[in-house]
């Protein structure tokens, strides 16, 4: 520790101020030394810029270091040497920083706490020599002719061409990173091996490179190379992961070139299990490492959901990118671990969908797209021999919750087209006009209905089966049912409220005909959607409610008739009587019906966008209620358990305080007051009087802990809880905002949808009439069950199915040109879209660079012009 001290102390005596002396530039350190020692310090100055290796051929600093590696060795203080070789070289002020990194590299037991040593654990690489250490630069560099002469004068073999440098890169591997072809395909030549050699072009994106790995082949050789190539590596130090294969690792990066020459390799890929698989594969992976099967399953569907693999893989993009988003959303749901993850990917889907969608161009590719059945779908036979717009892709998209797709320009305005129909006029009218003509549609709908009924073919009849004139329509018939229902409950019955009256009146009688046609309407739905797509509908669901509360209502009313007509004065009736459930039944039916004209709405582009907040608010607040029904139960159950003992009906008590016990409050004595007097007391609605805590003075622990859980039930949920379900709700609202133009046109598309087929063309009650169409319908489809029967019969259908085949093929040609057009637009809107982003980007330096210096070398080579080889390493001034 001395030595050190003297030292320090020497250093300092000599130069002054070792701050001052590193600050001092080399020129003023130059003009204060002798002029015999500048050409010391200018050689010592350029050794310093030189890379290792550059300098250590020198015989002076060989000599130092092994001396200094002695010293260290026997545990002899060699700071002192340090200072004398360091003053002999560079003078005084040199010394002293030559001084202070030693003090700080060296290490001493006695003084722990003042330094640190430091020591590389990490696995060390083998050292290279000097002449692999140019190889290596020269790789980078791009110099191909000292390459090339590196590996001519390998004859010995002393050069290890796949050596590697700190970085453990090879020559293979910088060469493709620096993206000097020539000298690559030099390296393959010569036998320069590399495991991983495709993988670092794929993730460099060095397309050329690609294809040089992959159409190498050495004739010394048994086993292909691209077959090794292609296998999947293992390696714990790349970067992306641990099993990682060349098309994987292309479709991560989503590059089309790259993945066209490996499909033509005759690739393949696991398909992915279930996350519940109980296979014995999986099962094994499981066991053995779950982080790594979880990981690989997730490269796979990052693998999966690439739009350049759909697109070169996919004979149908657009419906691959469904289904797997719904996939990808499904497993979101399962591995929460990696829900972000997931989410991205099925995002990521659903907007490839909707770009490809983009490319259009015009009605005639729209239709072919919106109106394509995939094979899986059921065969609309109608639907071929008419030409009619079954639009099966854009269902699937709404069945798939594609929004990104149905909201999209292109769809959105094929959509107008066809809802309007022959209507296409109204959209360019006056609003007086429009306003005009749905009044008058309205108040006549009933005669309209008629002339369909008698004539659906003729002019009048084709405008009605337009969409918008059914939507008109239905909306009047819907608004002639709360009609009636106003009449029947605040007019009809005004002079009937003590008395039971008949069963079934007159307008009982209209109404259950309304009732009637509503409900095979939904049946008819439900008939054609399936179960599971028409309970997905809100609108489906508040129907369906609505209809079995009415039919129920009229159910109970001829009951209590038939059982309870004996008792007519309402004052001797049970609290169950069937008229008095009826009417509550009734009352819930007025309210839903009532609540149905939210959904009309969704056509309003003002009132579309606050009516689905609302109903994502009403989904927030189901998630709210489960927390506070529990928070509601749990502070019941202990209040009633507290006050039920002590209640005591009709005694006289005294007022102590606030405390008044004279009001024989029973509010907290069972469980139906105590949840009602908790409910209430979060509006503000529970009288104070209502919450005595205390029976008498001997029960202060009692009052004590009743005012306790108050309080907290006042905390918790009063100022907790109803603070939360503000926040979630305005949460809510702000997504949709947020998104309010997609999640309006995807809801109104939804709405639309449900009148474009002939499925409800009728609104109720002409809906029940047979209409002459049906009646054709039916004997039809008679004839042909007869015909089919006989010889003659089954040859027609044969020639019938024929020709449906004819046409699905037909039309499955024209979408995939369609489709084929799509793709070809898609790529070069992304690739226009990187150059006008991206002008001057590190690919088109690097190209840039590489011209330089094949220039350099060609100029180097035609002029003679001769160095040494390790003249690389000095500069070029």
């Known amino acids: 520790m001395q030595s050190k001290v003297l030292v320090l102390r020497e250093a300092v005596h000599i130069t002054g101020c070792s701050d001052y002396a590193a600050q001092r530039t080399n020129a003023e350190r130059g003009k204060n030394q002798p002029r015999a020692n500048q050409e010391i310090l200018r050689r010592n100055q350029w050794e310093e810029k030189q890379p290792i290796g550059a300098w250590l051929t020198s015989e002076h600093y060989k000599a130092f270091y092994k001396n200094k590696r002695e010293q260290q060795q026997q545990g002899t203080p060699w700071q002192a040497e340090i200072l004398k070789e360091s003053t002999k070289r560079d003078g005084v002020s040199n010394g002293s ?73 090879n020559a293979i591997t910088i060469s493709i990173e620096n993206e000097n072809l020539d000298i690559l395909q030099l390296l393959l030549n010569y036998g320069c091996q590399s495991t991983d050699a495709l993988l670092v072009a794929i993730d460099s994106e060095v397309v050329g490179a690609v294809d040089i790995l992959l159409n190498h082949q050495p004739k010394w050789r048994t086993r292909p190379t691209i077959v090794k190539l292609m296998e999947r590596i293992q390696n714990p130090e790349y970067s992306t992961t641990m099993d990682v294969a060349p098309v994987i690792l292309a479709a991560h990066r989503n590059n089309y070139e790259i993945l066209t020459m490996l499909l033509k390799q005759d690739v393949s890929l696991p398909k992915p299990h279930a996350v519940g698989c109980e296979c014995t594969l999986c099962t094994a992976k499981n066991k053995k490492d779950s982080l790594r099967h979880s990981r690989f399953r997730l490269d796979i569907y990052r693998c999966l959901a690439s739009p350049a693999l759909i697109m070169l893989t996919e004979e149908d993009p657009i419906l691959r990118a469904f289904e797997l988003s719904a996939d990808l959303k499904e497993l979101s749901l399962v591995e929460v671990e990696f829900r972000n993850d997931y989410e991205e990917l099925a995002q990521k889907c659903k907007t490839f969908a909707k770009d490809l969608l983009a490319q259009a161009r015009n009605s005639r590719e729209l239709e072919v797209i919106l109106n394509h059945q995939s094979s899986d779908e059921p065969l609309d036979k109608r639907g071929l021999l008419e030409e009619r717009m079954n639009l099966s892709r854009l269902k699937l998209a709404i069945k798939y919750n594609q929004k990104e797709f149905v909201s999209q320009s292109n769809c959105q305005q094929f959509l107008n087209t066809v809802w309007f129909g022959q209507m296409a006029a109204y959209r360019r009218k006056h609003t007086c006009k429009k306003i005009l003509i749905v009044l008058t549609v309205g108040m006549f709908w009933p005669v309209l209905s008629v002339c369909y009924l008698l004539a659906p073919k003729s002019q009048v009849g084709r405008i009605i089966h337009t969409p918008f004139m059914k939507f008109i329509i239905h909306g009047a018939s819907y608004f002639t049912f709360l009609l009636l229902l106003n009449l029947y409950s605040l007019v009809y019955n005004e002079d009937k409220k003590n008395t039971m009256g008949p069963a079934l009146e007159r307008i009982d009688f209209l109404l259950i005909i309304w009732l009637i046609g509503m409900v095979w309407s939904d049946v008819k739905r439900l008939w054609y959607d399936g179960l599971e797509d028409f309970l997905e509908e809100s609108r489906n669901q508040l129907s369906f409610v609505m209809n079995s509360l009415y039919l129920a209502t009229f159910a109970l009313k001829v009951v209590a008739h038939n059982k309870f007509h004996s008792i007519a004065e309402r004052k001797d009736w049970d609290a169950f009587h069937p008229t008095l459930v009826a009417e509550g039944l009734f009352a819930f039916g007025n309210v839903l019906s009532y609540l149905r004209l939210f959904f009309m709405y969704t056509t309003s582009s003002i009132l579309g966008p606050l009516q689905i907040s609302m109903g994502q608010m009403l989904q927030d607040f189901g998630k709210f209620l489960g927390m ?3 928070v509601l139960f749990s502070f ?173 093929q037909k039309r499955d040609q024209n979408y995939q040109k369609v489709m084929c057009c799509l793709v070809h637009r898609y790529l070069t809107s992304m690739r226009q879209k990187m150059q006008s982003t991206d002008q001057a980007t590190v690919e088109n330096l690097n190209e840039l660079r590489q011209d330089l210096s094949k220039f350099r070398n060609e100029m180097r080579d035609l002029l003679g012009f001769r160095t040494s080889k390790y003249a690389m390493f000095y500069p070029r001034n």
């Open 628 to 630: 506070f029904l529990l």
């Open 97 to 169: 920083s030559v001084i202070m990194a030693a003090l700080y590299q060296s290490t001493d037991s006695s003084s722990p706490n003042k330094f640190l040593a430091l020591k590389d654990v990490r696995e060390v690489k083998e050292e290279t020599t000097l002449d692999e250490r140019l190889f290596l630069l020269a790789c980078e560099k791009g110099d191909y002719y000292m390459v090339k002469k590196l590996l001519e004068e390998n004859s010995s073999e002393e050069l290890n061409i796949n050596s590697v440098d700190v970085l453990g890169r």
């Open 636 to 808: 019941t159950i202990g209040l009633t358990q507290l006050y039920d003992k002590g209640y005591t009906a009709n005694a006289q008590k005294d007022c102590v305080g606030i405390f008044c016990e004279q009001q024989s409050n029973d509010t907290f004595h069972s469980f139906t007051g105590t949840c009602y007097a908790l409910f209430w007391y979060i509006f503000s609605l529970a009288h104070v009087a209502l919450y005595v805590t205390r029976f008498s003075y001997s029960e202060e622990l009692q009052s004590f802990v009743g005012a306790l859980i108050i309080g907290t039930y006042n905390v918790v949920v009063v100022i907790v809880l109803t603070k939360l379900l503000v926040a979630m709700v305005h949460k809510s609202f702000q997504l949709i905002a947020n998104h309010e133009d997609k999640e309006w046109k995807f809801a109104r598309a939804k709405l639309w949808l449900s009148y474009f087929d002939d499925k409800c063309t009728l609104p109720p009650p002409f809906n029940i009439v047979p209409s002459p169409k049906t009646i054709c319908y039916l004997f039809n489809s008679i004839s042909k069950w007869i015909c089919s029967h006989t010889t003659s019969g089954r040859v027609k259908r044969q020639n019938s199915l024929k020709e449906w085949k004819s046409l699905r």
